[in-house]
């Protein structure tokens, strides 16, 4: 693990920009910034109409501590569901890990109205809308993050930020005005940007587990740091 301070404009704020100018935190149904996303949701849409097909809103209440963020709903997780990480691979390890540390309560069932209720814990995705073959484009990444700054700005006790993977890292970094110099993506680095605590992790994803890149004990770890920081003084709001 590496620990790493950020710039001194990173260490005066104290979470999202002031004054932010995004001030929705959910786009619309229908939202069509990204139109390369908004053409694939309408395929999408006429080939499953009973699936969700949008940008998937955040879960867990505003009022939690953790963040947790990542890449971009899967074509037959969120996508399908409505729900972060759910339905796909990447939610087994990621809410199994969740139960465990006690940041969820319930059991996790891939649907959405399994009655799992996360606890001081929200979840939330860099980009909105599932792409093609899982991968966004820089400039939608750069466009949906007017709705990642908002989610973060209505979370006035946010103390802690997981960022699975490079792309959840990158957008976190930009949101707060930190020079990705200042704040190497690596599995297990943490960064300090304000009185915010910036976890990195690899992502959850079934590639990464297939392949032994993130192992369940490499993930557990991650979570471990998160709930001893948020356990201490310096995590409570
Ligand atoms: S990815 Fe975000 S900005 Fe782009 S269309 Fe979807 S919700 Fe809108």
Redesign the pocket.
């Known amino acids: 693990m590496s620990t790493n301070s950020t710039t001194d404009s990173a260490k005066r704020r104290s979470g999202p920009r002031a004054g932010s100018a995004f001030p929705r935190s959910q786009?619309?149904h229908d939202?069509?910034?990204?139109p390369r996303?908004?053409a694939f949701?309408d395929a999408n849409r006429a080939r499953e109409p009973k699936w969700f097909n949008?940008?998937v809103p955040s879960f867990g209440g505003s009022d939690a501590s953790l963040l947790i963020v990542g890449l971009?709903p899967g074509l037959q997780g969120a996508n399908r569901t409505g729900r972060p990480f759910t339905g796909d691979y990447a939610g087994d390890l990621l809410y199994a890990t969740l139960l465990e540390f006690g940041f969820a309560t319930g059991v996790y069932d891939e649907r959405p109205d399994d009655g799992l209720t996360l606890v001081n814990c929200r979840i939330t995705n860099a980009?909105?809308?599932v792409?093609p073959q899982n991968k966004?484009l820089p400039a939608?990444i750069n466009?949906?993050r007017?709705?990642f700054t908002a989610t973060m700005a209505e979370m006035p006790r946010l103390r802690a930020i997981v960022m699975l993977g490079r792309v959840a890292h990158d957008t976190t970094l930009k949101t707060l005005g930190i020079r990705a110099v200042h704040a190497p993506f690596g599995h297990g680095a943490e960064h300090q940007a304000g009185n915010l605590r910036l976890f990195d992790s690899y992502h959850c994803s079934r590639y990464n587990t297939n392949t032994g890149v993130l192992t369940p004990k490499m993930f557990r770890a991650v979570f471990t740091r998160v709930r001893d920081y948020l356990a201490d003084g310096s995590g409570l709001a």
Do not use: Q
């Open positions: 786009p619309d939202c069509p910034l990204c996303l908004a949701r949008g940008p971009a980009v909105r809308c792409p966004p939608e466009t949906c007017s709705f």
